[in-house]
């Protein structure tokens, strides 16, 4: 059994920073590959990063210099920080695996960012 809790969205201004957490009831060892998605109102759910359990990562151009994802195999922990946060970057955020064939989604974490 896997519940996905993501935690640490807020309210900040445009430049702003934010880390997301993304933290598992069990063991994520057994996940190859790990994302974060983001959706906002209107528009579809996106990835936005992702991480193999080596620790290579990939990112999308819209976020690619500005957010970084890691993940902490021993604490069940993937970690999301955002950088130079956009006005467009607002959305709610989800963790899951990638590709996302499970249905881990958890509640998500608010972020909005202010100009």
């Known amino acids: 059994q896997v519940q996905l809790v993501e935690s640490g969205g807020g309210l900040v201004q445009a430049g702003g920073s934010l880390r997301l957490s993304c933290e598992a009831s069990?063991?994520?060892?057994?996940?190859?590959?790990m994302g974060w998605y983001r959706q906002a109102p209107g528009k579809q759910r996106e990835l936005v990063a992702l991480i193999t359990i080596s620790g290579r990562t990939n990112f999308p151009d819209s976020v690619r210099g500005r957010f970084t994802i890691s993940r902490d195999n021993a604490k069940n922990t993937v970690y999301l920080q955002m950088d130079s946060l956009k006005p467009e970057d607002t959305a709610v955020y989800y963790c899951?695996?990638?590709?996302?064939?499970?249905?881990?989604w958890g509640q998500g974490t608010q972020v909005t960012v202010s100009s």
């Open positions: 899951n695996t990638f590709p996302a064939v499970r249905n881990y």
């Open positions: 069990g063991s994520i060892f057994k996940f190859n590959v």
